[in-house]
């Protein structure tokens, strides 16, 4: 009896563990991620890097979903603590006109985009937030750093995992009929 008590006790406490996943993106020259996912404070780490290439088995396999995975990317990030954002984006034009609007539509979606994916999250909360969108007159610059620090518990990521495998589209179409039907399929003679 004290075996099953401490291992539920284990278990319990391994759910509620946070998961941390540190995204990083830039795009220079070439563009460029890593994506840190650390659990049980850094004793599993798993780490996926767009600079070296892994081979996977399923190349081809394409997962068809009735429900946007934004709702599930949305609904693990309303789940978590978000620890740090870190945007930067250098853009330039030889035209200073040219620049002033591009910098003002940048500032527009930036903020827009944000917006849209911390909607129900309190932005003070977050303690570290830097939000830049640079202006460099005469030359031509674009270049996005992109940091982002998320816990997760890993009860969040299970659910949001459960709602894809029950959401996700097996055989045919959702109104498709059997293959043995007969002429009459309604039976009005």
């Known amino acids: 009896m004290l ?10 406490i391994l759910f509620i563990m946070p998961l941390k996943v540190n995204i990083y993106y830039e795009f220079t020259d070439e563009s460029k991620y890593k994506i840190i996912i650390t659990y049980l404070f850094g004793l599993i780490k798993k780490e996926i890097d767009s600079t070296k290439k892994e081979e996977t088995k399923y190349k081809n396999r394409k997962i068809k979903f009735k429900i946007n995975p934004k709702d599930y990317i949305y609904y693990m990030i309303h789940g978590g603590n978000v620890k740090k954002i870190h945007f930067k984006m250098n853009i330039g034009f030889k035209d200073p006109s040219l620049l002033g609007m591009s910098i003002g539509i940048i500032w527009a979606i930036v903020n827009g985009c944000f917006a849209y994916i911390f909607r129900n999250k309190n932005i003070d909360k977050i303690k570290e937030k830097n939000i830049q969108v640079n202006p460099i007159f005469d030359a031509d610059v674009f270049e996005i750093f992109f940091l982002c620090i998320i816990n997760v518990k890993l009860v969040y990521i299970i659910i949001a995992y459960i709602r894809i495998l029950k ?3 097996e055989g045919g179409d959702s109104v498709a009929r059997t293959s043995n039907r007969r002429l009459n399929e309604n039976y009005n003679e």
């Open 3 to 12: 075996y099953v008590i401490f291992s539920l006790f284990l278990f319990v």
């Open 167 to 169: 959401e996700r589209k």
